[in-house]
């Protein structure tokens, strides 16, 4: 599998300069959760899971964001399949989704709230979501009904 070879020095040196983070779209959503004066941790290690991390954390309520790009983790609305090394891609790119599903799933185990999004989706929207579930979260910990 990995074997394969970029289908030219083009789409290898393009495929290279892809960020996977501090993308646009987090930045975005991040200034507007610390203009609201909400303050987070930016590539928070997920806990127990090697290598995993959450782009945007609220620790001490346990409220994760994730904002994935659209090529990357398959929006139903952007996402394209390479036709170059096609074979590759679909598996690489289904790797990451079920990557993507353990993730989830781990950190509702372990208590949190997860908040996933795709990077077109409007910040402002998104930053409203995130607040909005991080004061909930903060209301059940006053309460002391969080699990």
Known sequence: MNDLRPSSPGVSARMSRQVSKDTAAELAVRRLLHAAGLRYR???????MVRRRIDVAFPGVKVAVLIDGCF???????ATQPKANAEWWRNKLDRN?????E???????????????????????VAVQIA????????????????
């Open 42 to 48: 930016v590539e928070y290690p997920v806990p127990r």
């Open 72 to 78: 990357w983790h398959g929006c139903p609305e952007h």
């Open 132 to 147: 909005a579930a991080v004061e909930q979260r903060r209301g059940e910990r006053m309460r002391g009904t969080r699990r």
């Open 97 to 101: 989704m079920a990557r993507d599903r």
């Open 103 to 125: 993730t989830t799933e781990h950190l509702v185990a372990e208590g949190w709230t997860v908040l996933r999004f795709w990077e077109h989706e409007a910040p402002e929207a």
